[in-house]
């Protein structure tokens, strides 16, 4: 039985008192009807985790132990930046769910011309806000120690615009390009730009070429935009990251 991982918003270190709040103390006393006594994971973001043993419980607080800190392995050392089209409905929610457990640093929803999603400021950062605690709880679930952030919602145009030229990007697009399995990769670090349901228009894509982005393709079977993220970091992890046999 895996014993179960909770964040803190608290920094942690070994051999002290730590308090939850919120939804990980109603997770631990409502759905896993823990008492005092029982183990714990828990890990703050750092890289590190610690088990600890709880200490107390209330209805809206929890009191734990912490003990000796360790580094699992499980963040890749390839450090991809998802920049994913917006999608309508749960489609995003679940982008963000899987690609967190696929290992991704950090991502960016956007705005692009055939996108079905128009957010205005309070209704962005509310989305923004709930992607970030979906992310939270896909590394509680796969073992992350590292919380990829979700940065607030920008139209493509301006992202493409500000790309650091050191950068390696690359864009997923119908057309005869390059199979992205057989992509090289410059160094460790790369940013992954996948459309929303209408895909890229020409603009975009000729505004990515001409800042130096490369285009791969994924084959050619077209892929639903919720879709098309998870095969790309799989595919991105075992070519280059801590997925494939080599590693």
């Known amino acids: 039985m895996n014993i179960p991982r909770f964040f803190s918003s608290t920094p ?4 002290s008192t730590v308090r939850l709040t919120g939804s990980p103390a109603k997770h631990m006393s409502k759905a896993l ?17 610690y088990d600890a043993t709880i200490n107390s419980m209330a209805k809206s607080a929890v009191e734990l132990r912490t003990h000796l800190a360790r580094t ?22 679940a982008v963000v769910q899987k690609a967190t457990e696929l290992g991704v640093t950090r991502i960016r929803p956007v705005f692009t011309k055939y996108g079905m999603v128009k957010l205005d400021n309070a209704r962005a950062e509310k989305r923004t806000k709930r992607w970030q605690e979906i992310a939270v709880s896909a590394c509680e679930q796969s073992g992350r120690t590292v919380i990829p952030e979700v940065m607030p919602p920008i139209r493509l145009e301006i992202a493409l615009e500000a790309l650091n030229q050191n950068q390696q990007a690359i864009m ?16 460790k670090r790369m940013i992954l730009i996948i459309g929303p349901e209408g895909g890229f228009s020409n603009g975009e894509e000729a505004l990515a070429k001409s800042l130096g982005v490369t285009f791969g393709s994924m084959g ?21 990251g801590d997925m494939g046999a080599k590693h």
Not at 72 to 93: N, V, Y
Not at 220 to 240: F, K, M, N
Request: proline share 8%; net charge negative; glycine share 10%.
């Open 72 to 93: 699992p392995r499980t963040e890749s050392a390839l450090e991809i930046e998802l920049w994913q089209g917006i999608s309508k409905g749960s489609r995003m929610d």
């Open 12 to 15: 942690l270190k070994p051999d």
């Open 220 to 240: 050619p079977r077209v892929l639903r935009t919720e879709t098309a993220p998870l095969v790309a970091l799989s595919i991105l992890q075992y070519r280059y």
């Open 33 to 49: 009807r823990m008492q005092p006594g029982n183990s714990v994971v828990l890990f703050d973001g750092s890289g590190c985790e």
């Open 172 to 187: 997923l697009a119908l057309g005869d390009y390059s199979a992205l399995g057989t992509t090289p990769l410059t160094g």
